[in-house]
């Protein structure tokens, strides 16, 4: 069965971060799972301990405590929650929780919104990519000023949206999911809501999320790629992560089957463990 370790942070500085280690660890690379702006990592992490079994991998949640990184969702933000994470990638190898393979990354609702700008501002970071239900996107065109699209406009987002435009093929070259819950149609209180992202985004997740797929199939063709990005809609459930695990087979596409090989760690420092059944 997986272990389950708890790796103390410093605040503003090194989040703290929840370790999945499979029973029989498989030669794949770690999956980094980002939590939403309700911070259920302990939640996360006990829906996704089997699935460590199941493929072999180790799984990473890092939390962004509200405290320090109040608006992490950003990635490139005030708080620079972008910075924190590889931090605690580089400490993670060091202390050989996790091997030198390139990591895959998954986030539900704020943590999707943070995956997709953190790989896309560090596009040689991390690999494979599962987007769920973010509240709202950075579309890779130029119909916007950062952080809503790759336009200029914001004196303080200037380098952050050239970034963007720099690494917009490495950031979509490669594969990503893209996956919204049906029933995901509420205007909830965590649901950006302001005029300017209703018009340029859609009313909904669901609208959202099918509107930046397009966009990002469309710039994956301008560029000449052959695109490997795909878009799911999930059966019966809405917007909850417990939801959708259970009524949406979430898990298979949230830490799926890796494919490339990792060297695995070779000492581990244990701080606490827990047997996850």
């Known amino acids: 069965m997986a272990q389950v370790y708890f790796r103390p942070g410093v605040p503003g500085a090194l989040p703290e971060a929840w370790v999945i280690q499979p029973e029989v660890a498989r030669r794949a690379p770690p999956v980094l799972v980002v939590h939403g702006l309700n ?3 302990e939640l996360m992490t006990r829906l996704l301990a089997s699935q460590a079994d199941v493929t072999g991998r180790t799984i990473v949640l890092p939390v962004f405590d509200r405290t320090s990184w109040p608006r992490f969702q950003r990635a490139a933000g005030k708080d620079r929650a ?17 091997g030198d ?3 895959d990354m998954s ?3 704020g943590g999707a919104q943070f995956v997709h700008r953190f790989a896309w501002l560090y596009p040689d ?8 239900a973010p509240g709202w996107w950075t579309f890779p065109d130029m119909r916007g000023v950062y952080p809503y699209a790759m336009g200029t406009g914001c ?28 029933l995901d149609v509420q205007q909830d209180r965590n649901l950006r809501q302001d005029p300017y992202v209703m018009e340029q985004q859609g009313s909904n997740r669901v609208v959202r999320a099918r509107m930046w797929t397009a966009a990002a199939l469309r710039a994956s063709r301008r560029l000449g790629l052959s695109p490997r990005i795909r878009f799911e809609l999930m059966r019966e459930c809405g917007h909850g992560f417990g939801d959708c695990v259970a009524n949406g087979a979430l898990v298979r596409s949230f830490v799926p089957f890796g494919q490339t090989p990792s060297r695995l760690p070779t000492t581990k420092m244990h701080l606490r463990l827990e047997e996850v059944a």
């Not at 970071?125 to 769920?132: H, P, Q």
């Not at 380098?159 to 435009?165: I, N, Q, V, W």
């Open 125 to 132: 970071v991390v690999g494979r990519l599962c987007l769920v």
């Open 101 to 103: 393979a390139t990591p």
């Open 155 to 182: 004196p303080n987002d200037t380098a952050a949206a050239f970034r963007l435009r720099a690494n917009l093929m490495r950031f979509l070259d490669r594969d990503i999911t893209v996956m919204v819950g049906e």
């Open 39 to 41: 911070r259920e990592t």
């Open 82 to 98: 972008d910075w924190a994470l590889l931090s605690l990638l580089e400490v993670l190898r060091s202390e050989g929780w996790i």
């Open 107 to 109: 986030g539900f609702s």
